[in-house]
């Protein structure tokens, strides 16, 4: 027993220290008063669209809450790339509901599948135009109660745009990114990038209309805070 | 001309040139309407149609976007058959060879249109847009000028029965301004097919400014503040410089404009037929601006840009016919009194 457990110590001493491994936590805030929405007021014109709804809905460009904290903003590693594991990574979804994307910001990783879905009972054509080399544009008819559309794309792109032709205020956001380490801020403006190893990095908070800021972490082997505020232009 | 011009006039080849080149005109309207309500994709095959038969796509199915499109297809087959009859027509009918070579140059001219509103669509290219945008104003310019040719006013001018001298200064000032007309129609075609939207959301003004600020910071504060139901790419400072250019061209068309006016007035008379058709022109023109105008303060409405679009097209080709009759009027016909070209009496005294 006592020769177990010396081999032991020597294994645990010969693999030198270990490696932990924390997350890079904030909340996104907004300064200031964001634009006013506007109202989706030809959603109400389609027939197929307007049954759905008894007014209008609001473009969600500004996803601020009353404590002034932000969604939608995709925060990331900035220069990380080469370390996807989106092949095996589930599946991000995407539905059409309501002759809406729903969600309209999501963020995948290369080669990570993405599928939109419809839910609607009318057609939707699923339009991606991609803008970087490598991602293949494509445009798919979708028919009501039809297969699920899977997608991927093999290289990063910030915010890539889905739309619909048919109904040209449905439009969805997708940011491809080339490693597993990244977050899309909740509607209290919260993320969190998980098992972040240890090292020096870039963080990077991107917002559609509002540009990216940076912040600089060093993350050692405990949880890492990074907050970013983002102003009115 | 006298040599290959028929003796007569065949009154139902003219009509029906005029039809086609009229359908040619809605086509061009249903073209914007297509693009204005950015439903130039909503269709993602071709030539079918959602699977379809372009011509047994149901009635039930044409929502949305797909309406425009659709119908946009549909009109555009229309006016394929119209040429292709029209080109057969002159074929048989028209003595004169050039004329025939000219209805085959718009059967060409339309076939390759189709293809190429095709191409955009299966390609996925926004740039064809603009080639197929800019493509069907010169063909709409063709069918006008065939309709033109057929017409018994232009049998007269070649007989040399109607003709009142038009000075080469003036003839090169309403070339020159057609011209710029066509090249403000491509800025047009670009800006409006590259879906960003109003690059500038004010007038007269752009951005509260005679000219706007287009560094990056300026740029990603217009980008910050715009919010659209329709979601345009973002502006770039390209796109703002070329809608300040397409403003400054349109002051410039204008001007230019109303010295054609001006000068056909003084040099032709207010009474020759191509004073007339340069007064129409002018107005053509002020329409043209406050229509362009109104774009920006709707916001870019669907029917008020569609309706820009056709008034840029009526100025384009009205510019171009007033250049047909008066280089008509001037290269082979006697410089002596005769009638104007619609009848109205001129006389070369007013030249001088």
Known sequence: MKTFSFFLLLASLASGPAVHAADITGVITFKGAPPAEKEITPIMDDPNCSVSYTKAPLTHFYAVNAKGELADVIVSLKGVSGKSTGASAPAVVIDQKGCLYTPSIVAIQTGQKLIVKNSDQCVHNVHDKPTVDGNKESNDVQMPGGADLTYTFAKPEPFLKFQCDVHPWMFAWVTVIDSPFFSVSDKDGKFTIKNVPPGKYTVEAAHRKLGIQTFDVEVKDTDVPANFTFEAK | ?352
Not at chain 2, 82 to 90: E, R
Not at chain 2, 95 to 117: C, D, T
Not at chain 2, 316 to 343: D, E, K, M, N
């Open chain 2, 1 to 352: 001309m006298s040599k290959s011009a028929p003796n007569t006039s065949n009154p139902w080849l003219f009509r029906f040139a005029g039809l086609t080149a009229l359908v040619t005109f809605l086509l061009i309207g249903l073209g914007g309407l297509v693009t204005s309500h950015g439903a130039g994709m909503s269709v993602p095959d071709w030539p079918n149609t959602y699977g379809y038969n372009m011509f047994a796509f149901p009635i039930s199915k044409w929502v949305g976007g797909i309406f425009y499109e659709h119908t946009h297809r549909l009109l555009a087959s229309a006016v394929g058959l119209l040429t292709t009859i029209l080109a057969v027509w002159l074929w048989l009918a028209d003595s004169r060879k050039w004329m025939r070579w000219l209805g085959v140059v718009a059967f060409l001219g339309v076939i390759a249109q189709g293809i190429l509103g095709g191409l955009r669509v299966t390609m996925h290219m926004d740039s064809l847009g603009v080639f197929h945008a800019t493509i069907a104003q010169l063909f709409f310019i063709l069918l006008c000028a065939i309709t033109l040719f057929t017409s018994r006013l232009w049998l007269e001018l070649a007989a040399g029965k109607k003709s009142s001298f038009v000075s080469r200064s003036l003839r090169t000032l309403v070339l020159g301004t057609t011209v710029l007309i066509f090249i403000q129609l491509i800025i047009a075609a670009t800006m409006r097919h590259q879906h960003a939207g109003l690059a500038i959301a004010d007038f007269p003004l752009a951005y509260g400014k005679l000219w706007p600020a287009t560094n990056p910071d300026a740029v990603a504060s217009y980008n910050a503040r715009r919010v659209s139901v329709t979601d345009e790419a973002p502006i770039t400072a390209f796109q703002i410089k070329l809608q300040m250019a397409h403003r400054i061209v349109a002051l410039v068309i204008l001007l230019l404009v109303a010295a054609c006016a001006r000068q056909a007035w003084l040099r032709l008379g207010p009474t020759d037929a191509l004073t007339k058709l340069a007064l129409f022109w002018l107005a053509l023109m002020c329409a043209q601006i406050a229509l362009g105008a109104a774009t920006i303060w709707t916001n870019k409405a669907a029917d008020v840009a569609t309706a820009h679009v056709m008034v840029g097209a009526l100025s384009l080709v009205t510019g171009a016919l007033w250049c047909l009759i008066g280089f008509g009027r001037s290269t082979s016909f006697p410089q002596t009194q005769t009638l104007g070209v619609f009848g109205v009496q001129t006389s070369m005294l007013a030249n001088k």
